[in-house]
């Protein structure tokens, strides 16, 4: 089922900034996407059209192949998750429980069924025992984790997640990556993600769509999308870094990829069917 659609959507900000020009996208029901780009290119912008915050000039935004218009915003919001950029942009409670609970709060949600909802979100987003800090005295990654669990409150469809891994250290990223693979495999939850950490995308995503200065240049599955090397590079991206590695390696003839690996999974596999016991 076609969840979230972006038809022929441009969008200039009042100060005359034109943010997007024509974009068209679709994310399905259980999926994985990223949406990759440089800064500036377009992705928070895409994100605000997805609940309404911001409305299109031109086009249309669609959830479940119906206009997100002004009758629609509740249902909409309720549905899809948004975990901000700035964690200090969305935490505001005295305490982690009461930071979960607050989206409940608002929907007049008995106690008790309020209850087993906040502490399942707490165990989904891995905060059992957090309960009583301060979300302000967390660490970056403990932070974006207490974001999530108060979206994950509210069961959504879909998450909308902006730069999940950005700012935090190479733990707190991987714990992210983990628990958002997680949350999708075990709860069906679709996770669209935009980021310019190209090495976090094929650990986290099925498909992409590659912006540039306010359009969508390329989309396809992961592979695809990294195999088109000119174009990643020509959008000020580049290749994961182990793909960088396995390019040179191929370069330099002494070792060739059937197609260039993503992950260190990936390249190992492959390293391992080449070389595997001839060390
Ligand atoms: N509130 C705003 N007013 C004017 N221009 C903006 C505003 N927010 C973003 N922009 C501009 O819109 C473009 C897209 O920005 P954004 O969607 O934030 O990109 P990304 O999230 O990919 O970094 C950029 O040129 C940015 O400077
Ligand atoms: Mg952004």
Not at 137 to 153: D, Y
Not at 243 to 270: D, K, M, S
């Amino acid at each position: 089922m076609e969840l979230i659609t972006l038809s022929s959507v441009s969008f200039a900000y009042p100060d005359g900034t034109r943010a997007l020009t024509d974009v068209n996208l679709s994310i399905m029901s259980g999926e994985r996407v990223a949406l990759l780009g440089a800064n500036g290119a377009g992705k928070s912008t895409v994100f605000q059209m997805f609940n309404g915050l911001l409305m299109p000039a031109k086009g249309v935004v669609s959830f479940k192949g119906r206009p997100v218009e002004k009758a629609y915003l509740k249902e909409v919001r309720r549905r899809i998750g948004m975990v901000f950029q700035d964690p200090d942009d969305q935490l505001f409670s005295g305490t982690v429980r009461q930071e979960i609970a607050y989206g409940l709060t608002n929907l007049g949600m008995a106690k008790d069924r309020m209850e087993q909802a906040v502490s399942w979100a707490l165990q989904a987003a891995e905060l059992a025992g957090y309960e009583d800090r301060s979300p302000f005295n967390l660490s970056g990654g403990e932070k974006k984790r207490v974001a999530l669990a108060g979206v994950l409150a509210m069961q959504p469809e879909v998450l909308v997640l902006d730069e999940p891994t950005a700012a935090l250290d190479p733990l707190g990223a991987a714990k992210i990556i983990k628990l958002l693979n997680a949350i999708n495999r075990q709860l069906g939850i679709t996770v669209v993600f935009a980021t310019h950490d190209v090495d976090a995308v094929p650990l986290l995503a099925d498909r992409v769509y590659v912006m540039d200065r306010g359009e969508i240049k390329l989309s396809g599955s992961t592979e695809e999308v990294f195999a088109r090397k000119d174009l990643i590079r020509a959008y000020n991206l580049r290749l994961p870094r182990v793909a960088h590695l396995a390019e040179l390696l191929e370069r330099e003839g002494i070792c060739r990829f059937p197609a260039l690996p993503l992950t260190i999974g990936g390249a190992r596999a492959e390293l391992v069917k080449k070389i595997g016991g001839r060390y």
